[in-house]
Antibody, heavy 117, light 107 residues
Framework: QVQLQESGPGLVKPSETLSLTCTVSGGSISSNYWSWIRQPPGKGLEWIGYLYYSGSTNYNPSLTSRVTISVDTSKNQFSLKLSSVTAADTAVYYC???????????WGQGTTVTVSS | DIQMTQSPSSLSASVGDRVTITCRASQSISNYLNWYQQKPGKAPNLLIY???TLQSGVPSRFSGSGSGTDFTLTISSLQPEDFATYYC?????????FGQGTKVEIK
């Protein structure tokens, strides 16, 4: 079955760019939509944006000026870049696959990113 | 953005209890409503999609209903492994938004 694994630095300095990768295994990244979601410590879930394997994207307006989601079909991966980070961007970041009705039916285990100098 | 409001924010219940969680959308979302369960330190797990369809592998004690703006998640007989936080999410229009969560605790 499809599995997702997030990877990237766990610590990012303020004003720098957060970069994460989600590797898809057990299936192809093609023909699906894929999302990034985050969860600040002790808080709820926030959808960051999604990508279609063809490269088209849709971002949360609250983050759109700072977010880029891209795909590398040759590596079966998609990536998140979030620029000009602050402490408010400290969170667990999840990648997920879209299922029926744009539900998110497969999730990665999550990776914790802390923004601190 | 569509606002999703869950109630209650937390509840205490005993094993075997029937539990109902409500989710209200700030505008009609048809049946584009999904429910997730999250345990501490784990990723959310999809329980119900498009308001009432049980995700494969999810126990039948979970059920969902509703359309338009008002939705419910029901656990017919609470089991020890069901103590967790539950989130609703609308997928009617972007940005996708989640409710604030309902924490189900042991009484």
């Amino acid at each position: 079955q499809v599995q997702l694994q997030e990877s990237g630095p766990g610590l990012v300095k303020p004003s720098e760019t957060l970069s994460l990768t989600c590797t898809v295994s057990g299936g192809s990244i093609s023909s699906n939509y894929w999302s990034w979601i985050r969860q600040p410590p002790g808080k709820g879930l926030e959808w960051i944006g999604y990508l279609y394997y063809s490269g088209s994207t849709n971002y949360n307006p609250s983050l759109t000026s700072r977010v880029t989601i891209s795909v590398d079909t040759s590596k079966n991966q998609f990536s998140l870049k979030l620029s000009s980070v602050t402490a408010a961007d400290t969170a667990v970041y999840y990648c997920a696959r879209h299922g029926v009705g744009s539900s998110m039916d497969v999730w990665g285990q999550g990776t914790t990113v802390t923004v601190s100098s | 953005d569509i606002q999703m409001t869950q109630s209650p924010s937390s509840l205490s219940a005993s094993v075997g209890d029937r539990v109902t969680i409500t989710c209200r959308a700030s505008q009609s979302i048809s049946n584009y409503l999904n429910w997730y369960q999250q345990k501490p330190g784990k990723a959310p797990n999809l329980l119900i999609y498009v308001a009432s369809t049980l995700q494969s592998g999810v126990p039948s004690r979970f059920s969902g209903s509703g359309s338009g703006t008002d939705f419910t998640l029901t656990i017919s007989s609470l089991q020890p492994e069901d103590f967790a936080t539950y989130y609703c999410q609308q997928s009617y229009s972007t940005p996708w938004t989640f409710g604030q969560g309902t924490k189900v605790e042991i009484k």
